[in-house]
């Protein structure tokens, strides 16, 4: 079973930058995609960017330019490296696991982390 732990989390000021990072286990494939998913209060889940194993990636518009995907092999580790970031990124961020090709689409995703706290302030 596929297990994925999410941390880098935190409180930062707009225009501020954070890197989130998640230690994926359990793979018995070579193939798959991972993403990045966030909630904030009183909202659905939405895809931010996602990274196939084969290094295809997506990002939503609204993230576009300001956040950064990559995934580390040797690692296992997926990360997001988010700069700008404005007020209104203020989420629950979530990673999750998907099967090729690269999608944003959330009932794709069939693993999912905790969770960890991104607070934009003004």
């Known amino acids: 079973q596929v297990h994925l732990l999410e941390s880098g989390g935190g409180s930062v000021q707009s225009g501020g930058s954070l890197r989130l990072s998640c230690v994926a286990s359990?793979?018995?494939?070579?193939?798959?995609?991972l993403g990045w998913f966030r909630q904030a209060p009183g909202k659905g889940r939405e895809g931010v960017a996602a990274?196939?194993?084969?290094?295809?990636?997506l990002y939503a518009p609204s993230v576009q330019s300001r956040f950064t995907i990559s995934l580390d092999h040797a690692r296992n580790t997926l990360y997001l490296q988010m700069d700008k970031l404005k007020v209104e990124d203020t989420a629950m961020y979530y990673c999750?696991?998907?099967?090729?090709?690269?999608?944003?689409?959330?009932?794709?995703?069939?693993?999912w982390g905790q969770g960890t706290q991104v607070t934009v302030s003004s």
């Open positions: 359990g793979y018995t494939t070579d193939f798959y995609t």
């Open positions: 990274i196939s194993s084969d290094g295809g990636a």
């Open positions: 999750g696991s998907s099967n090729p090709p690269v999608t944003l689409r959330y009932p794709d995703y069939g693993y």
